[in-house]
Structures are given as structure tokens and as C-alpha cells.
């Protein structure tokens, strides 16, 4: 937090690729509890020094990959400190997996979209925040669920920045090549993904290696389905 967290949070092991941030304090967030559609939720959030409930102020929405959640690991904190915003960071149910573009919803798994704009309802109430600032990136399996949400409800958010989600069309699509959800309505979006990123880049891979997924489906006929 403040002046402990802004030392350089990315330690790179000699002759390797850069491991896992290892020197951001955890922030001191706030947590909240709710029971959603029946089940044990929750989300933190992240309050700067500069907020101070009077003049509104922008949201964002960090949605966490699968099967982990650590705002340690991610330095919007340091930067909401910065330029006096509030993080929110809603948790998956436990084992922390997302069900994305609604695919286990017929499974018993819980409607993460609905918790995540009922958790967007509740942060209005209890912040004073301006509701047309508010963002939402996720990273992974985040990455989906920030898609997901915003195919059904961006009319909520100014913008999402989805980062290194694999997504097959596959999943998107039915048997017959039509889509099993779309947008609601046009939506800002910053999606990055590594162009080094053998499980997560483009095209999106989901588990395989590039090339045995270019074998089963080209780049070209995945941007055609696609578009």
C-alpha cells in the first residue's frame, strides 16, 4: 500500500522469463459478504487514500483467472492510489471457476453474471461512484467472464480490457457454427493477448499448442468464423 508498494513489483530471475510479482503488499481492501441466487459470495474492494464519499468517483473491476484470487498480484491498487479510483475484486465460488458464456448454468454451477451486476448494484449503493466510469479486465478465465458479462450488460460498463482469455469457437459456437451468446449492444474494448503466448495467444488455443491447434483449425478459418 502507498510508498511500500511502489517498488518495482516484477523480478526477473537471470536468463529466465519474469516470474510472479513477489514485493506488491496485499492491499488493504474491504470485504463484503452477500448470499446471490443461493449461494456464499463475495468481493473486496480497494478504497484510495483520496476518496472521500463526496464527489463520485471511477470503478474497476478486476475479475481473477481460475482457481486463484490475490490482489497482490495485480497492481491496479498502486495505480487506483495514483489516479483515485476504486478496485473491486468479486470472487469466483470455490474451486474459483468462473462459469463462462453460461456454459454450466443447466450444471448447477452458479450465474456469474448476475452476481457480478448484482455486486455492481451494491457498489453504487455503498460508494459513491460515477456509473459511467466503470471498467472491468480480467485476466484467463477472467478474461471470459469479463466478455461474458459484457455481452449481456454493457450498457453498465464505458469499457472492458479482456487479457490472454482462450477462447475456442468451439465454446462460442453451436455445432452449426451460430453463436450461443452476442453482444447486447457495441461495447469499448482493449483485449490484449502476447504475441510469445503459446497456450493463450492468437488464435486463442485454449490448452493446445499452437501448432497442433493450427492443424485442427488455421488462423484463417478461425477469423472467419469469427467475423
Not at 38 to 65: Q, T
Not at 167 to 187: A, E, F, I
Request: hydrophobic share 35%; proline share 8%.
Amino acid at each position: 500500500e502507498g510508498e511500500e508498494s511502489m517498488k518495482p513489483f516484477i523480478h526477473l530471475d537471470a536468463g529466465r522469463e519474469p516470474v510472479e510479482p513477489y514485493c506488491i503488499t496485499r492491499p488493504k481492501t474491504v470485504r463484503h459478504t452477500a448470499v446471490v441466487d443461493g449461494f456464499s459470495r463475495a468481493w473486496e474492494v480497494y478504497i484510495p487514500k483520496s476518496y472521500d464519499g463526496a464527489s463520485p468517483c471511477g470503478l474497476v473491476i478486476y475479475v481473477h483467472g481460475a482457481g486463484g484470487f490475490n490482489p497482490a498480484k495485480v497492481p491496479w491498487s498502486i495505480i487506483a492510489e495514483k489516479e483515485g479510483f476504486l478496485v473491486a475484486y468479486p470472487e469466483a465460488v470455490e474451486p474459483w471457476l468462473w462459469n463462462i458464456w453460461n456454459l454450466k448454468t443447466g450444471e448447477g454451477a452458479p450465474d456469474d453474471v448476475y452476481f457480478l451486476d448484482f455486486m455492481i448494484t451494491r457498489l453504487l449503493e455503498d460508494y459513491r461512484i460515477d456509473p459511467s466510469r466503470i471498467y472491468m479486465q480480467g485476466n484467463s478465465m477472467g478474461d471470459n467472464m469479463v466478455s461474458t458479462y459484457a455481452y449481456e450488460h454493457g450498457d453498465r460498463l464505458a469499457a472492458i480490457a479482456p487479457t490472454s482469455g482462450p477462447t475456442l469457437p468451439s465454446v462460442q459456437c453451436d455445432g452449426k457454427g451460430n453463436y450461443r451468446m452476442t453482444p447486447q449492444k457495441p461495447q469499448a474494448v482493449a483485449r490484449l493477448h502476447g504475441d510469445r503466448d503459446t497456450k493463450c495467444g492468437l488464435p486463442s488455443t485454449y490448452g493446445f499448442s499452437k501448432a497442433e491447434f493450427e492443424a485442427q483449425i488455421t488462423p484463417k478459418e478461425q477469423r472467419a468464423l469469427r467475423s
